[in-house]
Protein backbone atom coordinates (compact mmCIF):
# COMPACT_ATOMS: atom_id res chain seq x y z
CA UNK A 1 0.00 0.00 0.00
CA UNK A 2 1.42 3.13 -0.55
CA UNK A 3 1.94 5.91 1.57
CA UNK A 4 -0.60 8.20 0.64
CA UNK A 5 -2.97 5.58 0.73
CA UNK A 6 -1.52 4.77 4.50
CA UNK A 7 -2.50 8.32 5.16
CA UNK A 8 -6.31 8.17 4.24
CA UNK A 9 -6.35 5.13 6.07
CA UNK A 10 -5.01 6.69 9.42
CA UNK A 11 -7.02 10.03 8.61
CA UNK A 12 -10.28 7.45 8.28
CA UNK A 13 -10.17 6.28 11.61
CA UNK A 14 -10.32 9.55 12.88
CA UNK A 15 -13.10 11.06 10.97
CA UNK A 16 -15.18 7.70 11.41
CA UNK A 17 -15.00 8.08 15.55
CA UNK A 18 -15.61 11.97 14.58
CA UNK A 19 -19.25 10.80 12.68
CA UNK A 20 -19.87 8.79 15.56
CA UNK A 21 -21.25 11.94 17.70
CA UNK A 22 -23.73 12.55 14.55
CA UNK A 23 -26.45 9.59 14.50
CA UNK A 24 -26.09 9.53 18.95
CA UNK A 25 -27.46 13.30 18.67
CA UNK A 26 -29.71 12.46 16.16
CA UNK A 27 -30.75 8.95 18.46
CA UNK A 28 -30.85 11.32 21.51
CA UNK A 29 -32.53 14.96 21.87
CA UNK A 30 -30.16 16.64 24.35
CA UNK A 31 -31.03 19.23 26.47
CA UNK A 32 -29.92 23.24 25.56
CA UNK A 33 -28.10 22.87 28.88
CA UNK A 34 -26.26 20.32 27.36
CA UNK A 35 -25.52 21.24 24.42
CA UNK A 36 -24.41 24.91 25.83
CA UNK A 37 -21.87 22.72 27.86
CA UNK A 38 -20.64 21.04 24.82
CA UNK A 39 -20.00 24.00 22.66
CA UNK A 40 -17.89 25.77 25.63
CA UNK A 41 -16.10 22.47 26.03
CA UNK A 42 -15.68 22.31 21.95
CA UNK A 43 -14.41 25.59 21.98
CA UNK A 44 -12.00 25.13 24.45
CA UNK A 45 -10.87 22.04 22.24
CA UNK A 46 -10.24 24.56 19.41
CA UNK A 47 -8.84 27.43 21.16
CA UNK A 48 -5.84 25.00 22.96
CA UNK A 49 -5.57 23.81 19.01
CA UNK A 50 -4.84 27.11 18.07
CA UNK A 51 -2.47 28.16 21.58
CA UNK A 52 -0.95 24.71 21.68
CA UNK A 53 -0.18 22.98 18.16
CA UNK A 54 -0.95 26.01 15.28
CA UNK A 55 0.41 29.22 16.56
CA UNK A 56 3.91 28.16 18.06
CA UNK A 57 5.38 26.75 14.79
CA UNK A 58 3.98 29.72 13.32
CA UNK A 59 5.43 32.53 15.55
CA UNK A 60 8.47 30.80 16.15
CA UNK A 61 9.61 30.27 12.26
CA UNK A 62 7.20 32.12 10.09
CA UNK A 63 7.99 35.45 8.57
CA UNK A 64 6.48 37.75 11.15
CA UNK A 65 4.50 40.01 9.10
CA UNK A 66 3.19 37.19 7.01
CA UNK A 67 2.15 35.47 10.19
CA UNK A 68 0.25 38.55 11.84
CA UNK A 69 -1.22 39.34 8.74
CA UNK A 70 -2.29 35.66 8.46
CA UNK A 71 -4.11 35.59 11.47
CA UNK A 72 -5.70 39.17 10.32
CA UNK A 73 -6.83 37.76 7.15
CA UNK A 74 -8.47 34.33 8.77
CA UNK A 75 -10.48 36.44 11.31
CA UNK A 76 -11.45 38.50 9.01
CA UNK A 77 -12.70 36.42 6.40
CA UNK A 78 -14.59 34.19 9.25
CA UNK A 79 -16.26 37.68 9.82
CA UNK A 80 -17.47 38.48 6.33
CA UNK A 81 -19.06 35.06 6.01
CA UNK A 82 -20.49 35.41 9.37
CA UNK A 83 -21.54 39.26 8.37
CA UNK A 84 -23.20 37.66 5.02
CA UNK A 85 -25.06 34.90 6.46
CA UNK A 86 -26.60 36.66 8.61
CA UNK A 87 -27.86 39.23 6.28
CA UNK A 88 -29.08 36.82 3.77
CA UNK A 89 -30.54 34.98 6.62
CA UNK A 90 -32.53 38.43 7.84
CA UNK A 91 -33.50 38.67 3.69
CA UNK A 92 -35.00 35.19 3.56
CA UNK A 93 -35.30 33.16 6.42
CA UNK A 94 -37.56 30.12 4.89
CA UNK A 95 -34.30 30.11 2.11
CA UNK A 96 -32.48 28.96 5.15
CA UNK A 97 -34.49 26.14 6.03
CA UNK A 98 -34.19 27.48 9.64
CA UNK A 99 -30.11 26.71 9.52
CA UNK A 100 -28.94 29.59 12.07
CA UNK A 101 -26.12 30.74 11.44
CA UNK A 102 -24.12 29.44 8.61
CA UNK A 103 -20.78 30.74 10.18
CA UNK A 104 -21.20 28.75 13.06
CA UNK A 105 -21.09 25.11 11.04
CA UNK A 106 -18.77 26.46 8.37
CA UNK A 107 -16.34 27.29 11.29
CA UNK A 108 -16.53 24.20 12.85
CA UNK A 109 -16.09 22.33 9.26
CA UNK A 110 -12.98 24.20 8.42
CA UNK A 111 -11.76 23.09 12.28
CA UNK A 112 -11.80 19.62 11.02
CA UNK A 113 -10.14 20.28 7.76
CA UNK A 114 -7.24 21.83 9.96
CA UNK A 115 -7.53 18.69 12.01
CA UNK A 116 -7.26 16.04 8.59
CA UNK A 117 -4.38 18.40 7.72
CA UNK A 118 -2.55 18.25 11.00
CA UNK A 119 -2.98 14.46 10.75
CA UNK A 120 -1.48 14.34 7.22
CA UNK A 121 1.45 16.20 8.13
CA UNK A 122 2.18 14.10 11.14
CA UNK A 123 1.91 11.27 8.87
CA UNK A 124 4.04 12.30 6.47
CA UNK A 125 6.45 11.94 9.20
CA UNK A 126 6.23 8.64 10.53
CA UNK A 127 2.42 6.44 10.61
CA UNK A 128 2.29 5.66 14.29
CA UNK A 129 2.71 9.92 14.84
CA UNK A 130 -0.26 10.21 12.75
CA UNK A 131 -1.99 7.21 14.06
CA UNK A 132 -1.64 8.94 17.34
CA UNK A 133 -2.79 12.26 16.22
CA UNK A 134 -5.61 10.85 14.83
CA UNK A 135 -6.90 9.02 17.74
CA UNK A 136 -6.09 12.26 20.01
CA UNK A 137 -7.85 14.38 17.90
CA UNK A 138 -10.92 12.38 17.53
CA UNK A 139 -11.26 12.55 21.25
CA UNK A 140 -12.46 16.05 21.14
CA UNK A 141 -14.06 16.24 17.20
CA UNK A 142 -16.57 13.46 17.99
CA UNK A 143 -18.04 15.57 20.48
CA UNK A 144 -17.71 18.41 18.49
CA UNK A 145 -19.67 16.48 16.09
CA UNK A 146 -22.27 15.60 18.61
CA UNK A 147 -22.83 19.53 19.47
CA UNK A 148 -22.93 20.53 15.71
CA UNK A 149 -25.87 18.24 15.14
CA UNK A 150 -27.71 18.92 18.50
CA UNK A 151 -27.35 22.56 17.90
CA UNK A 152 -28.27 21.96 13.79
CA UNK A 153 -32.07 19.95 15.42
CA UNK A 154 -32.54 22.63 17.47
CA UNK A 155 -31.83 25.71 15.14
CA UNK A 156 -34.38 23.71 12.65
CA UNK A 157 -32.21 22.80 10.40
CA UNK A 158 -33.95 20.07 8.26
CA UNK A 159 -32.83 15.86 8.49
CA UNK A 160 -32.04 15.65 5.18
CA UNK A 161 -29.17 18.60 5.20
CA UNK A 162 -28.02 17.46 9.03
CA UNK A 163 -27.50 13.96 7.42
CA UNK A 164 -25.41 15.81 4.68
CA UNK A 165 -23.95 17.96 7.40
CA UNK A 166 -22.57 14.52 8.97
CA UNK A 167 -21.02 13.29 6.09
CA UNK A 168 -19.07 16.45 5.58
CA UNK A 169 -17.40 16.11 8.53
CA UNK A 170 -16.03 12.56 7.17
CA UNK A 171 -15.21 14.19 3.96
CA UNK A 172 -13.51 17.46 5.33
CA UNK A 173 -11.09 15.53 7.55
CA UNK A 174 -10.17 12.98 4.60
CA UNK A 175 -9.75 15.46 2.39
CA UNK A 176 -7.90 17.99 5.03
CA UNK A 177 -5.17 14.85 5.65
CA UNK A 178 -4.87 14.72 1.93
CA UNK A 179 -4.35 18.55 1.45
CA UNK A 180 -1.78 18.48 4.01
CA UNK A 181 0.10 15.72 2.83
CA UNK A 182 0.52 16.01 -0.93
CA UNK A 183 0.37 19.66 -0.38
CA UNK A 184 1.99 21.04 2.92
CA UNK A 185 4.91 18.54 3.07
CA UNK A 186 7.19 20.03 0.55
CA UNK A 187 5.96 23.54 0.23
CA UNK A 188 8.76 26.00 2.22
CA UNK A 189 8.79 26.61 6.04
CA UNK A 190 7.53 30.18 5.52
CA UNK A 191 4.56 30.20 3.27
CA UNK A 192 3.17 27.09 5.69
CA UNK A 193 3.63 29.19 8.55
CA UNK A 194 1.97 32.25 7.07
CA UNK A 195 -1.51 29.52 6.34
CA UNK A 196 -1.37 28.04 9.90
CA UNK A 197 -1.23 31.44 11.01
CA UNK A 198 -4.58 32.37 8.99
CA UNK A 199 -6.62 28.97 9.81
CA UNK A 200 -5.81 30.12 13.75
CA UNK A 201 -6.83 33.73 13.00
CA UNK A 202 -10.17 31.50 11.35
CA UNK A 203 -10.71 29.23 14.69
CA UNK A 204 -10.33 31.63 16.89
CA UNK A 205 -12.80 33.67 15.85
CA UNK A 206 -15.44 31.02 15.17
CA UNK A 207 -15.05 30.28 18.92
CA UNK A 208 -15.21 33.74 20.09
CA UNK A 209 -18.21 35.47 17.87
CA UNK A 210 -19.86 32.22 17.01
CA UNK A 211 -19.48 29.22 19.33
CA UNK A 212 -19.34 30.22 23.00
CA UNK A 213 -22.46 33.20 21.58
CA UNK A 214 -24.58 30.56 20.53
CA UNK A 215 -23.59 28.51 23.69
CA UNK A 216 -24.96 31.43 25.60
CA UNK A 217 -27.54 32.17 23.69
CA UNK A 218 -30.55 30.98 26.26
CA UNK A 219 -28.59 31.70 29.47
CA UNK A 220 -24.96 30.25 30.47
CA UNK A 221 -24.84 27.32 32.36
CA UNK A 222 -22.82 28.19 36.23
CA UNK A 223 -20.45 25.63 35.22
CA UNK A 224 -19.78 26.87 31.50
CA UNK A 225 -16.52 28.61 32.29
CA UNK A 226 -14.99 25.03 33.93
CA UNK A 227 -15.99 23.06 30.78
CA UNK A 228 -14.25 25.35 28.56
CA UNK A 229 -11.04 25.29 30.76
CA UNK A 230 -11.48 21.38 30.74
CA UNK A 231 -11.30 21.62 26.62
CA UNK A 232 -8.27 23.35 26.86
CA UNK A 233 -6.54 21.21 29.05
CA UNK A 234 -7.59 18.35 27.59
CA UNK A 235 -6.11 19.35 24.79
CA UNK A 236 -3.32 20.31 26.08
CA UNK A 237 -2.55 17.08 28.31
CA UNK A 238 -2.89 14.95 25.27
CA UNK A 239 -0.62 17.50 23.50
CA UNK A 240 2.09 16.72 26.37
CA UNK A 241 1.52 13.08 26.08
CA UNK A 242 1.91 12.74 22.21
CA UNK A 243 5.29 14.98 22.36
Do not use: H, W
Amino acid sequence: MSEFLLVLVVASVAALLTYLGAPLAERFDAPQRVVSAALQFAAGLITALVAFSLMPPAVRDGPAIGVVLGFFVGGALFVTLEYNSARTVAASPAATGGSGSLGLYIGILVDLVIDGAVIGIGSSLTLETGLLLALGLAVGTLPLAFVTISTAKRQGMPPERRKQLSYLFIACMIGGAALGFLLLRDQPLGPKMVVLALASGFLITTVTQSMIPEANRDGEPSFAGILYMGGLSIYALSTLVLN
